[in-house]
């Protein structure tokens, strides 16, 4: 019988849940974030870069660290942009641009309303007997939704113990 999909919740994950500042973009690294950014938006004057981006890339069978390219600055400046790096100051449609880019590369959403983590690719109903999808249980076993848990327990932990 097919139920609703109960996503990630529980004890392991209210803390992430409650501290996270991912909302729809979770497993995105900021390296590719960085590099996206730079890719869309060649008008911008960013700092150079030097390094690379690691990660599994769905569809690489390699998973293997691919070169940060070099994108040349362009001084056209397109309609309903502006020549500002900083982030805060980027016009509507510049954000819109790069968070419709990121949204495809996502892993995770994080639900504050409701207090869940789910897939982004969650299939919405599961046979499961545990009642979470396969797409919700893979997630569940991601190494960068792992390392994001571990960084918030850890974090709770060291501020409890500055507290005793």
């Given at each position: 019988?097919?139920r609703?999909?109960?996503?990630l919740?529980g004890k392991?994950y209210e803390e992430y849940i409650?501290r996270?500042q ?10 590719l974030r960085?590099?996206?950014s730079r890719q ?9 870069l030097k390094g690379?981006v690691?990660g ?5 069978s390699?998973g293997?660290?691919s070169?940060?390219?070099a994108v040349?600055?362009s001084?056209?400046i ?6 500002c790096?900083?982030f805060s100051?980027?016009?509507d449609?510049?954000?819109?641009k ?9 892993c ?10 789910r897939?982004?690719r ?6 499961n007997p545990?009642q979470?999808?396969t797409a ?13 848990l571990?960084?918030?327990g850890?974090?709770l ?8």
């Amino acid at each position: 019988m097919l139920r609703p999909c109960r996503h990630l919740t529980g004890k392991k994950y209210e803390e992430y849940i409650l501290r996270s500042q991912t909302r729809s973009f979770g497993g995105v690294s900021f390296e590719l974030r960085r590099r996206l950014s730079r890719q869309l938006h060649p008008h911008k004057a960013f700092p150079i870069l030097k390094g690379s981006v690691s990660g599994n890339v769905e569809g690489s069978s390699s998973g293997a660290a691919s070169e940060f390219t070099a994108v040349a600055h362009s001084p056209v400046i397109p309609e309903g942009g502006n020549a500002c790096v900083k982030f805060s100051l980027w016009t509507d449609s510049e954000k819109s641009k790069l968070e419709e880019v990121l949204r495809a590369w996502a892993c995770w959403e994080v639900n504050y309303t409701h207090g869940y983590v789910r897939a982004t690719r969650c299939e919405g109903t599961t046979k499961n007997p545990n009642q979470v999808c396969t797409a919700c249980e893979k997630v569940a076993d991601d190494s960068s939704l792992k390392a994001a848990l571990r960084k918030v327990g850890s974090s709770l932990l060291s501020s409890v113990l500055v507290a005793c």
